[in-house]
């Protein structure tokens, strides 16, 4: 018994059709999956930045104990706090340039905390508190973590923009609202290490 031609090519269409809405409902999932893999990432980078300004009040106030202490010092790293707080960025539709003014808010923050330690060796009673102690470790771990953090977040970003890249995918991508994402990027200069003078 022979299938009618009408039958065969019918057959023919809807296997066709199966495989296209497979492979199109695949390309899809795998690039809602990356994106929000990519999200979740930027989120621990925001809470690794957000722990190390959540810290700098309590290291501070610390420091304000000393009343010798240079204040002006203090104030750069609260100004410096203030700044890098106040700039959000959404990292699905942000530009390089975003990123680059983040990170230069972060860098001051950086800069600023790493001129109050440098100052805080003039101290011995404050480096020898055990408070401030303390503090400067989990400046030290809160550190570690943002850089891991911005390095997971660079691999989640690389994976999304290398799958959205790729043919056939890329075809799918834009008619799916996926585009490339941006990653950070080290700051210039950042290659070389700070000279430290006593």
């Not at 991508?173 to 200069?189: D, Q």
């Amino acid at each position: 018994m022979a299938f009618p031609r009408w039958a065969i090519t019918v057959g023919i269409i809807v296997i066709i059709a199966i495989i296209l809405y497979n492979f199109f409902a695949g390309a899809q999932r795998s690039m809602v999956e990356l994106d929000e893999a990519a999200n979740g990432k930027w989120a621990n980078v925001q809470s690794s930045y957000q722990r190390r300004a959540d810290l700098i009040p309590n290291l501070v106030n610390t420091v304000k104990g000393y009343a010798d202490f240079e204040q002006e010092t203090l104030v750069k790293v609260i100004e410096a706090r203030a700044k890098a707080t106040s700039i959000t960025i959404d990292p699905s539709n942000a530009t390089p340039e975003q990123f680059a003014q983040f990170q230069q808010a972060q860098d001051e923050l950086g800069g600023a905390l790493s001129r109050l330690l440098v100052t805080i060796e003039r101290y011995p009673d404050l480096k020898a508190n055990q408070n401030f102690l303390e503090l400067q470790a989990e400046l030290a771990g809160t550190e570690n973590r943002i850089n891991v953090a911005r390095n997971d977040y660079n691999t989640s970003i690389q994976a999304y923009n290398t799958y959205v890249r790729r043919f056939p995918q890329n075809l799918l991508a834009g008619m799916f609202g996926f585009e490339r994402r941006s990653m950070f990027e080290a700051t210039a200069g950042s290659d070389v290490a700070p000279k430290v003078e006593f």
